[in-house]
C-alpha cells in the first residue's frame, strides 16, 4: 500500500521544501536590512519577466541540465559522481579542440563534432575514477573530486602554455572561427516569427540538452544496460547473483556520466563564450548534484529542478546588479533551496505522510461506519 | 488459581495501514513455558517487541504479577523482571562472556569489583542451569549455541523472572537444541516463566505446557501443549488444512547431470570456506546438503551459481564450466541450464525496490523473448509473463505492478521459485527455499520442486531445516567446516545421526 498519492511526493513535497527555502531566505534578507519582497519582485521579473531575462535563465538552465542528468545517471548505479565540474572542464577542451583546428563547413556538422567530442573528454576525465573504484575500491567521491582540481591545474596550464594566441593578453584560447557559432534561440524562435531577445546567450544547445534528457529517460527505463545499471545500485549482491559485471556497470555508468559533464561545454564554450576562458564551468558541475537531488534522478524532474536552479542563479544576478544585496547572498539562497529539497527532504516527508495516513484512515472510518 | 506472571489484556498495534496486532489478550502462569507459534508476519515479533518495550501499544494493557506495569522502554522492561533473547544475537564481539554479560548493568564507574561479582554470580547461574560458559572466552572465539548461553546469562544476571526467547534454535544443530531445552526446563525447574516464540511445530510440541497460536494479528487460539497435535496447530496458524509431509514417489535417478570433483573455495579473506569436496547430482533427483548454517554451504552454491570463484572441476551434463574469469558468471551458468534460487532472496533472488515484473526477467533479461529490437526491451511481454508465473504459481497479490519488498516472504519466494523452475532448467540449485515462507506456501514449493524431480530434472537442495532436508532428499550430504561428512539414504538414517555429523562427529558407520 502506498503512503501517499504519487502527485504528492512528486510535486507537493518540492513545492513545500521551496516555500520554506524561501520563506527563511526572506528572513535572511530582512536580517540584512532589505526588503524581501522587493528583492523577490526583482529575481523574478529579472529571470523570467522578459525574453532578455528567460533567455539567460534558459542558458545557465542548459548547463545543469547537462550536470544534473550526469549525476542523476551516476545515482541510478549508486556512483555518486561529485566530479561533474573537472569532466565538463575537459568537455570544454574537447569543444576547442574541435572548433579550433577542423574546418567546419557548417555550425550543424560542428555542433555534432562538438558534442562527440566534449562527451569523449568528458567521458575519459571520469574513466579513471571510475577504473579505480571498479578495480581496486578507490571511493569515487574522493577520486572524482580530486580530479577537479587536476582538470583545473591541467587547463590553467594548457590555457596559459600552449593554447593562448601569441601576444594574447588573457589565458583563453583564440576565438572560434564564425562557421561553429551556433544560432541563439533569438535566430531560431525568428525562423518561426517569434521574436526573442537578441542579447542573450541561450543557444540550440539548449535543444541539445532536451535530446538527452529523452535519451536519459530511454536508456535508464527502457534498455537492458538501463536495466542493469538500476539493478546494480539497487543492490550490488542481487546484481552479482543475476551475472551483472559490477566492473562493467561501474565503468559504462561512470563514462556516461562523465560524457553528459563534458556536454555542457557546447552551451558554455561553443554556444556562448565562443573561446575556451579559464574556470568556463563557474560551478555548474556542483549545481548539477543538488538538481539531480531535487530531480530525484528522473529526467523530467532534472530538467524542471535545472529550470529553477536557471531562474535562480539569473535572478541572483540581478539582484547583486540593482541592489545592495550582495553577490554572496545569492549563494545563501541557492544553499538554502539545496538544503531544503535535498537534505532535509525527510523533514517535509514524515509529516506529509503522517497526514495522508491520518486523512486516509478517516476516510475509510467514516466509510466503514456508514 | 495463581495469579498469571503476565497478563497482556486487549492489546493492538499499527502501523500505518497495517494492523500488526488485534486485541490481543494472553495470560502466562509463572513456572510455565508458553509456546507462540504463528507464520511470519503474524504479529508474533510485534507482540514481544510490545512486552519489552520496543513498541508502544495503540491500545490495551501489560500486567505483570497482577500489577499493570507501563513498560515505555527496555530499562523498564529488564526493571520488571523480563529478559530477552533475540534471534540475532546483541554481543559485542572482541568483548569477554564476563565483559558482555555486566555490560549496561556496571555498578559504578570502577569495573573490577563488578566484574568480581559477576564472575562468581556466573559461577553459581552455571552450577543451577547447566550453563556453563567460560567466562573469559571472547564472543568471536566461541560457537553460536555457546553465545546464545551468553545471551540467556546476560538475562538472569540482570534478575529476570520472565525469560523471552524469539526463534532459539534457528542457527544451532539439533543437539544444541536439545541442550537449551535442558537449560529451559531446569529455569523452568526454578520457578522462571519461558515465552518461547518459534514457528516449529515440533519443539513446541517438545518443550511447552501451554501455547498461544497467532494468525494475521489476531490470537487464534490458547491451549494446553498435550491437548493438541502438531496437525491441529499447523491447521489453527494457517486457517486451513495443511500437508506437513511431502508426498512423493521414490526416485528414478538418470545420467549424472552435475558432478563436482575437488572443488575447493577460498574468500576474500584468505579463509578455506570449502576443502576439496566432490560429489554429484543425478537427474531425477534431489540430493539435500544438510548441515548448521555457515559450514560452507553458501560458498557452494555461489561457485555453483557463477559469483564465487573456485578451483577444481565441475562437469555439467559432462562438460566442465569455468570456475573462475569472466566466463564465469550467473548468465553464463542460465546459459549451460543452471537455474538458480538462491539462499537470499532479499540480497539476492530479487531487486526488492523493482516492481514484480522487472524481477520475473532478472537473470534472464538478455534472452530474446524480453527485447522489443535491438535497443529496448519489451514491457509488455515482461508484464505478461509475470502475470503467467502469478497465476500458475498463485502468486497473491497477483499484481505485476506492485514493489517486489511489497509481497510477503513467500510470495517473494514463489516469484523467485516461478522464475527460476519455468526455465526448465536442467539443474536447479535451491538455497533455503523455505526460510521464512508461511506453511501454506512452504507445501506449494516443496510440491513444485518434487514435480520438477519426476520431470528428470536434478536438484541440489541446500537447506539448515533438517526436517525440510529429511522429507524432500533422495539422498543426503551432510557438510561440515567445508568438507561434506557423509552421505546418507534418508530412509536408512535418522536425525540423530545426521545431528551429530553435523556438529562434525563421525559415527561407527561413516
Given at each position: 500500500?502506498?503512503?501517499?498519492?504519487?502527485?504528492?511526493?512528486?510535486?507537493?513535497?518540492?513545492?513545500?521544501?521551496?516555500?520554506?527555502?524561501?520563506?527563511?531566505?526572506?528572513?535572511?534578507?530582512?536580517?540584512?536590512?532589505?526588503?524581501?519582497?522587493?528583492?523577490?519582485?526583482?529575481?523574478?521579473?529579472?529571470?523570467?519577466g522578459?525574453?532578455?531575462?528567460?533567455?539567460?535563465?534558459?542558458?545557465?538552465?542548459?548547463?545543469?541540465i547537462?550536470?544534473?542528468?550526469a549525476?542523476?545517471?551516476?545515482?541510478?548505479?549508486?556512483?555518486?559522481?561529485?566530479?561533474?565540474?573537472?569532466?565538463?572542464m575537459l568537455?570544454?577542451?574537447?569543444v576547442?579542440y574541435?572548433?579550433?583546428?577542423?574546418p567546419w563547413?557548417?555550425?550543424s556538422?560542428?555542433?555534432?563534432?562538438?558534442?562527440?567530442?566534449s562527451?569523449?573528454?568528458?567521458?575519459a576525465?571520469?574513466a579513471?575514477?571510475?577504473?579505480?573504484?571498479?578495480?581496486?575500491?578507490?571511493?569515487?567521491?574522493?577520486?572524482?573530486?580530486?580530479?577537479?582540481?587536476?582538470?583545473?591545474?591541467?587547463?590553467?596550464?594548457?590555457?596559459?602554455?600552449v593554447?593562448?594566441?601569441?601576444?594574447?593578453?588573457d589565458?583563453a584560447t583564440?576565438?572560434?572561427?564564425a562557421?561553429?557559432?551556433?544560432?541563439?534561440?533569438?535566430?531560431?524562435?525568428?525562423?518561426?516569427?517569434?521574436?526573442?531577445?537578441?542579447?542573450?546567450?541561450?543557444?540550440v544547445?539548449?535543444l541539445?540538452?532536451?535530446?538527452?534528457?529523452v535519451?536519459?529517460?530511454?536508456?535508464?527505463?527502457?534498455?537492458?544496460?538501463?536495466?542493469?545499471?538500476?539493478a546494480f545500485?539497487h543492490?550490488?549482491?542481487?546484481?552479482?547473483?543475476?551475472?551483472?559485471s559490477?566492473t562493467?556497470?561501474?565503468?559504462?555508468?561512470?563514462l556516461?556520466?562523465g560524457?553528459?559533464?563534458?556536454?555542457?561545454?557546447i552551451?558554455?564554450?561553443?554556444?556562448?563564450?565562443?573561446?575556451l576562458?579559464?574556470n568556463?564551468?563557474?560551478g555548474?558541475?556542483?549545481?548539477?548534484?543538488?538538481?539531480?537531488l531535487?530531480g530525484?534522478?528522473?529526467?523530467?524532474?532534472v530538467?524542471?529542478?535545472?529550470?529553477?536552479?536557471?531562474?535562480?542563479?539569473?535572478?541572483g544576478?540581478?539582484?547583486?546588479?540593482?541592489?545592495?544585496?550582495?553577490?554572496?547572498m545569492?549563494?545563501?539562497?541557492?544553499a538554502?533551496v539545496?538544503?531544503?529539497?535535498?537534505?532535509l527532504?525527510?523533514?517535509?516527508?514524515?509529516?506529509?505522510?503522517?497526514?495522508?495516513?491520518?486523512?486516509?484512515?478517516?476516510q475509510?472510518?467514516?466509510?466503514?461506519?456508514? | 488459581?495463581?495469579?498469571?506472571?503476565?497478563?497482556?489484556?486487549?492489546?493492538?498495534?499499527?502501523?500505518?495501514?497495517?494492523?500488526?496486532?488485534?486485541?490481543?489478550s494472553?495470560r502466562?502462569?509463572?513456572?510455565?513455558?508458553?509456546?507462540?507459534?504463528?507464520?511470519?508476519?503474524a504479529?508474533?515479533?510485534?507482540?514481544?517487541?510490545?512486552?519489552?518495550?520496543?513498541y508502544?501499544?495503540?491500545?490495551?494493557?501489560?500486567?505483570i504479577?497482577?500489577k499493570?506495569?507501563?513498560?515505555?522502554?527496555?530499562?523498564?522492561?529488564?526493571r520488571?523482571g523480563?529478559?530477552?533473547?533475540?534471534?540475532?544475537?546483541?554481543?559485542?564481539?572482541n568483548?569477554?562472556v564476563?565483559?558482555?554479560?555486566?555490560?549496561?548493568?556496571?555498578?559504578?564507574?570502577?569495573?573490577?569489583?563488578?566484574?568480581?561479582?559477576?564472575?562468581?554470580q556466573?559461577?553459581?547461574?552455571?552450577?543451577?542451569?547447566?550453563?556453563n560458559?567460560?567466562?573469559?572466552?571472547?564472543?568471536?572465539?566461541?560457537?553460536?549455541?555457546?553465545?546464545q548461553?551468553?545471551?540467556?546469562?546476560?538475562?538472569?544476571?540482570r534478575?529476570?523472572?520472565?525469560?523471552?526467547?524469539?526463534?532459539?534454535?534457528g542457527?544451532?544443530?539439533p543437539?544444541?537444541?536439545?541442550?537449551?531445552?535442558?537449560?529451559?526446563?531446569?529455569?523452568k525447574?526454578?520457578?522462571?516463566?519461558i515465552?518461547?516464540?518459534?514457528?516449529?511445530?515440533?519443539?513446541?510440541?517438545?518443550?511447552?505446557?501451554?501455547?498461544?497460536?497467532?494468525?494475521r494479528?489476531?490470537?487464534?487460539?490458547?491451549?494446553?501443549?498435550?491437548?493438541?497435535?502438531?496437525p491441529?496447530?499447523?491447521?489453527?496458524?494457517?486457517?486451513?488444512?495443511?500437508?506437513l509431509?511431502?508426498?512423493?514417489?521414490?526416485?528414478?535417478?538418470?545420467?549424472?547431470?552435475?558432478?563436482?570433483?575437488?572443488?575447493?573455495?577460498?574468500?576474500?579473506?584468505?579463509?578455506?570456506?570449502?576443502?576439496d569436496?566432490?560429489?554429484?547430482?543425478?537427474?531425477?533427483?534431489?540430493?539435500?546438503?544438510?548441515?548448521?548454517?555457515?559450514?560452507?554451504?553458501?560458498?557452494?552454491?555461489?561457485?555453483?551459481?557463477?559469483?564465487?570463484?573456485?578451483?577444481?572441476?565441475?562437469?555439467?551434463?559432462?562438460?566442465?564450466?569455468?570456475l573462475?574469469g569472466?566466463?564465469?558468471?550467473?548468465?553464463?551458468?542460465?546459459?549451460?541450464?543452471?537455474?538458480?534460487?538462491?539462499?537470499?532472496?532479499?540480497?539476492?533472488?530479487l531487486?526488492?525496490d523493482?516492481?514484480?515484473?522487472?524481477?520475473?526477467?532478472?537473470g534472464?533479461?538478455?534472452?530474446?523473448?524480453?527485447?522489443?529490437?535491438?535497443?529496448?526491451?519489451?514491457h509488455?511481454?515482461?508484464?505478461?509473463?509475470?502475470?503467467?508465473k502469478?497465476?500458475?504459481?498463485?502468486?497473491?497479490?497477483?499484481?505485476?505492478?506492485?514493489?517486489?519488498?511489497?509481497?510477503?516472504?513467500?510470495?517473494?519466494?514463489k516469484?523467485?521459485?516461478?522464475?527460476?523452475?519455468?526455465?526448465?532448467?536442467?539443474?536447479?540449485?535451491v538455497?533455503?527455499?523455505t526460510?521464512?515462507?508461511?506453511?501454506?506456501a512452504?507445501?506449494?514449493?516443496?510440491?513444485?520442486?518434487v514435480?520438477l524431480r519426476?520431470?528428470?530434472?536434478a536438484?541440489?537442495?541446500?537447506?539448515?531445516?533438517?526436517?525440510?532436508i529429511?522429507?524432500?532428499?533422495?539422498?543426503?550430504a551432510?557438510?561440515?567446516?567445508?568438507?561434506?561428512?557423509?552421505?546418507?539414504?534418508?530412509?536408512?538414517?535418522?536425525?540423530?545421526?545426521?545431528g551429530?555429523?553435523?556438529?562434525g562427529?563421525?559415527?561407527?558407520?561413516?
Open positions: 500500500m502506498q503512503k501517499m498519492p504519487a502527485w504528492a511526493d512528486v510535486v507537493l513535497i518540492p513545492l513545500i521544501s521551496l516555500l520554506l527555502a524561501a520563506i527563511l531566505s526572506g528572513l535572511v534578507i530582512l536580517a540584512i536590512g532589505e526588503n524581501p519582497w522587493e528583492a523577490l519582485k526583482l529575481m523574478i521579473s529579472g529571470s523570467v522578459s525574453s532578455y531575462a528567460w533567455g539567460y535563465t534558459l542558458y545557465y538552465a542548459t548547463n545543469f547537462f550536470t544534473g542528468l549525476v542523476a545517471i551516476a545515482f541510478h548505479s549508486r556512483m555518486f559522481n561529485i566530479g561533474g565540474e573537472g569532466q565538463a568537455g570544454g577542451l574537447g576547442a574541435v572548433c579550433l583546428f577542423i563547413p557548417h555550425w556538422l560542428a555542433l555534432i563534432g562538438a558534442t562527440a567530442a562527451a569523449l573528454f568528458g567521458a576525465w571520469a579513471l575514477p571510475a577504473y579505480l573504484q571498479a578495480r581496486r575500491g578507490s571511493h569515487i567521491v574522493i577520486t572524482t573530486i580530486m580530479f577537479n582540481f587536476i582538470a583545473a591545474a591541467f587547463l590553467n596550464y594548457l590555457l596559459v602554455n593554447l593562448k594566441p601569441m601576444g594574447a593578453m589565458p583564440a576565438k572560434f572561427p562557421p561553429t557559432h551556433l544560432p541563439s534561440l533569438h535566430d531560431i524562435l525568428g525562423a518561426f516569427g517569434i521574436p526573442f531577445s537578441k542579447a542573450a546567450p541561450a543557444n544547445a539548449l541539445v540538452a532536451i535530446l538527452a534528457c535519451g536519459v529517460w530511454l536508456l535508464v527505463w527502457r534498455t537492458r544496460l538501463g536495466y542493469e545499471i538500476r545500485g543492490s550490488e549482491s542481487a546484481a552479482k547473483y543475476a551475472g551483472i559490477p562493467r556497470i561501474i565503468m559504462l555508468s561512470m556516461i556520466s560524457g553528459l559533464a563534458g556536454m555542457m561545454a552551451n558554455n564554450v561553443m554556444g556562448e563564450a565562443e573561446r576562458v579559464l568556463s564551468t563557474e555548474a558541475g556542483f549545481i548539477g548534484i543538488a538538481v539531480a531535487m530525484r534522478s528522473h529526467p523530467l524532474g530538467f524542471l529542478a535545472a529550470i529553477l536552479f536557471g531562474i535562480l542563479y539569473q535572478g544576478a540581478e539582484l547583486a546588479l540593482w541592489t545592495n544585496i550582495p553577490r554572496e545569492i549563494v545563501v539562497i541557492q538554502l539545496i538544503l531544503f529539497t535535498g537534505a527532504d525527510n523533514m517535509v516527508r514524515m509529516p506529509l505522510e503522517k497526514l495522508f495516513l491520518a486523512i486516509r484512515r478517516g475509510s472510518a467514516t466509510t466503514a461506519g456508514e | 488459581m495463581s495469579t498469571p506472571a503476565i497478563e497482556l489484556k486487549g492489546i493492538s498495534k499499527a502501523f500505518g495501514p497495517v494492523q500488526a496486532n488485534k486485541d490481543i494472553i502466562v502462569m509463572p513456572g510455565t513455558i508458553h509456546g507462540i507459534i504463528g507464520e511470519n508476519g504479529g508474533k515479533s510485534t507482540l514481544m517487541s510490545i512486552l519489552y518495550g520496543f508502544k501499544a495503540d491500545a490495551g494493557e501489560i500486567w504479577n497482577g499493570k506495569t507501563e513498560i515505555p522502554d527496555s530499562q523498564h522492561a529488564i520488571a523480563i529478559g530477552m533473547v533475540f534471534q540475532h544475537f546483541k554481543l559485542v564481539e568483548f569477554t564476563l565483559e558482555n554479560v555486566v555490560l549496561g548493568a556496571e555498578d559504578g564507574a570502577l569495573l573490577r569489583p563488578t566484574l568480581a561479582r559477576a564472575r562468581a556466573l559461577k553459581k547461574l552455571a552450577e543451577e542451569y547447566e550453563l560458559v567460560d567466562p573469559d572466552a571472547l564472543i568471536e572465539d566461541i560457537g553460536v549455541g555457546m553465545q548461553r551468553v545471551e540467556i546469562l546476560k538475562s538472569l544476571y534478575q529476570a523472572d520472565i525469560l523471552i526467547l524469539d526463534e532459539p534454535t542457527v544451532l544443530t543437539a544444541e537444541a536439545d541442550h537449551l531445552f535442558r537449560i529451559l526446563e531446569s529455569l525447574r526454578e520457578g522462571k516463566t515465552i518461547l516464540i518459534t514457528h516449529k511445530l515440533r519443539e513446541i510440541m517438545e518443550i511447552t505446557d501451554t501455547v498461544s497460536v497467532m494468525r494479528g489476531e490470537m487464534t487460539a490458547t491451549v494446553r501443549t498435550a491437548d493438541t497435535s502438531p491441529e496447530l499447523a491447521e489453527l496458524m494457517v486457517g486451513r488444512k495443511v500437508l509431509r511431502v508426498e512423493k514417489a521414490p526416485a528414478r535417478p538418470g545420467d549424472k547431470v552435475l558432478e563436482v570433483r575437488n572443488l575447493s573455495v577460498t574468500d576474500d579473506k584468505g579463509v578455506k570456506r570449502i576443502k569436496i566432490s560429489f554429484e547430482v543425478r537427474a531425477g533427483e534431489i540430493l539435500g546438503i544438510a548441515g548448521v548454517a555457515g559450514n560452507g554451504q553458501s560458498e557452494l552454491l555461489e561457485a555453483l551459481g557463477g559469483y564465487q570463484s573456485a578451483t577444481g572441476t565441475i562437469l555439467v551434463n559432462g562438460q566442465p564450466i569455468d573462475t569472466s566466463k564465469s558468471d550467473g548468465r553464463t551458468r542460465r546459459d549451460r541450464g543452471i537455474a538458480h534460487v538462491p539462499e537470499d532472496r532479499q540480497r539476492e533472488g531487486i526488492m523493482f516492481q514484480a515484473w522487472e524481477n520475473v526477467a532478472f534472464y533479461h538478455h534472452r530474446p523473448e524480453y527485447q522489443k529490437n535491438r535497443f529496448l526491451m519489451d509488455a511481454a515482461m508484464k505478461a509473463d509475470c502475470e503467467r502469478m497465476e500458475r504459481f498463485d502468486v497473491r497479490p497477483p499484481n505485476p505492478m506492485l514493489l517486489a519488498k511489497s509481497f510477503s516472504g513467500g510470495n517473494q519466494q516469484l523467485v521459485v516461478a522464475r527460476e523452475i519455468e526455465r526448465n532448467p536442467d539443474l536447479l540449485l538455497g533455503q527455499p526460510r521464512g515462507v508461511d506453511i501454506g512452504i507445501e506449494f514449493i516443496h510440491q513444485q520442486l514435480a519426476d520431470q528428470g530434472k536438484i541440489l537442495l541446500v537447506s539448515v531445516e533438517l526436517d525440510e529429511l522429507s524432500l532428499s533422495d539422498r543426503i551432510v557438510m561440515f567446516d567445508g568438507q561434506i561428512m557423509g552421505e546418507r539414504m534418508p530412509a536408512e538414517t535418522t536425525a540423530k545421526e545426521l551429530l555429523l553435523m556438529a562427529i563421525r559415527g561407527e558407520a561413516a
